[in-house]
């Protein structure tokens, strides 16, 4: 049902856009998040963009991702500019409860972020 799409490797100061699609749900009224998991740590919620388009975000990437949304193609996006080292993890979506957990239990597979020179 989770299709995250777009990583790859890119240098220091560089941008990556991720896609996210989603099937089989009522997409336009999902609250959906953007998660990201680094070797050796947990899986941290760094983006949430609600049904009305109104955005959160972790401190660690306030400012330099956006977070948006197509209800037309199912899809959430990230954009991710001014990447640092300490961005590098496996990236995620999910659908958010009100409670903003995660909906579902299968997360995919993720797509690999890396950056470094």
């Known amino acids: 049902q989770l299709q995250a799409s777009g990583g790859g490797l890119v240098q220091p100061g560089g941008s990556l856009r991720l896609s996210c699609t989603v099937s089989g749900s009522i997409f336009r009224l999902n609250i959906m998040g953007w998660y990201r998991q680094a070797p050796g740590k947990q899986r941290d919620l760094v983006a949430v963009i609600d049904s009305s388009s109104n955005r959160n975000y972790a401190d660690s990437v306030k400012g330099r991702f956006t977070i948006s949304r197509d209800n037309a193609k199912n899809t959430a996006y990230l954009q991710m500019n001014s990447l640092k080292p300490e961005d590098t993890a496996i990236y995620y979506c999910?659908?958010?409860?009100?409670?903003?957990?995660?909906?579902?239990?299968?997360w995919g597979q993720g797509t690999q972020v890396t950056v470094s020179s």
């Open positions: 999910n659908a958010l409860t009100d409670g903003l957990r995660p909906k579902y239990n299968s």
